[in-house]
């Protein structure tokens, strides 16, 4: 695990004990949690054109931005450290299964998914 992560983690811990929130931090409440901040997230961006969202951070949202990717964020975080989940571990598995999944040849330039691809 990261170190920044496991001190990251060690401190949201550190803060839902302090208020003894550990009992309102089920998998499920924290993943309906992280659910509603994500939706928070995409309401940022819902009714942006393309353009737009390409320079949000050069707007008035970019505060909200950095403040929702930061609670989805934490919220994983802590989810995963609930669950007993190497976080960092598990991301750098999957993207070496999104490689082979996905190889160059196949998906460059190419954004329809792998089982979705004209096979010649």
Known sequence: MSDALQALQGRLAAFAAERDWDQFHSPKN???????????LTELFQWLTEAQSCT????????????EMADV???????????GID????????????EMKYPVAAAKG??????RRDPS
């Not at 924290?30 to 928070?40: I, K, N």
């Not at 964020?73 to 669950?83: K, S, W």
């Open 110 to 115: 190419n954004a329809l998914k792998y089982n």
């Open 30 to 40: 924290l993943v309906m949690a992280l659910s509603g901040e994500m939706g928070e």
């Open 56 to 67: 949000v951070m050069d707007s008035e949202l970019s505060g909200a931005v950095r403040d």
């Open 87 to 98: 976080l960092h571990a598990e991301a750098l598995k999957k993207i070496t299964a999104n």
């Open 73 to 83: 964020y934490l919220y994983l975080a802590r989810l995963a450290d609930v669950l």
